[in-house]
């Protein structure tokens, strides 16, 4: 295969990986960026220092959410940089998704 064309499947197959959603949030999902600052594998709860989110109505602070998903917490750690889905559930704040930022 001649070397331009090498060149353009591979950068048409990075440019269609930037496109693709995460597998663990839909992209008009908000996602809010913070710190963890303590994980409660036992009881279910992360708590962040967190910026705004925008969906909730919430200004930068530092809370405790409970997980829809147990193994959300897997990965996490105290100081670990984050990006996050949160909802309003039963009037409760609960974390959907997380990433643990590189």
Do not use: C, Y
């Amino acid at each position: 295969m001649p070397a331009l064309a090498t060149r353009f499947l591979a950068s048409l197959a990075l440019l269609s990986l930037t496109f693709l959603p995460s597998a663990s949030w839909s992209q008009s999902e908000d996602k809010a960026q913070g710190e963890v600052r303590k994980v409660d594998r036992d009881n279910q709860k992360i708590t962040i220092q967190h910026g705004e989110i925008k969906s909730l109505d919430m200004p930068p602070m530092t809370m405790v959410f409970t997980v829809k998903d147990p193994a959300l917490l897997e990965a996490a750690k105290p100081g670990d940089k984050v990006r996050f889905v949160a909802v309003r559930e039963d009037g409760k704040f609960v974390v959907k998704a997380i990433e643990v930022a590189p």
